[in-house]
């Protein structure tokens, strides 16, 4: 990936604050929209409750399949949005960690509303790596990529 191309998706993700997850269960795919954060390496952070079905997938099946794209602002008729899929492996961030501190001041940071959850003991944080990702913006702009 090339440095246009990572700005390209960088700005995709500042701007949207809720991705459609898919993750793999034992006889379904389940796909949840819900709130996550990004780090500069474009890992994908999304919090959930332990026991969770999408939590449970992950653990399990950690592929995982992320969708972010701008139709709550774009022309959906017209195609001028700017979506993304990544396609990646899942592992979870241990809780009482530095990792974990330096992930939730992430997520904290883009998404406040989501700070009662913190206090939960069963709330997880699943870290998504990016493996694959294909960029579009418009009919025009749009790449694959292998990371």
Known sequence: MNAEQKQKVMDLLGQEHVAVLITQGEQWPTGTMQAFAETDELDLLFIMRSGTEKHQNLLKHPKATVLVDTRDVGKVA???????????????????????????????????????????????MMRIRPRRISYAAGLQDSFRVEL
């Open 78 to 124: 017209t195609f001028e949005i700017t979506r993304a899929a990544f396609q990646g492996e899942a592992g979870e961030v241990a809780r009482e960690s530095a990792e974990w501190e330096r992930c939730k001041a992430l997520f904290l940071k883009k998404n406040p509303f989501e700070a009662p959850f913190f206090g939960a003991e069963t709330l997880r």
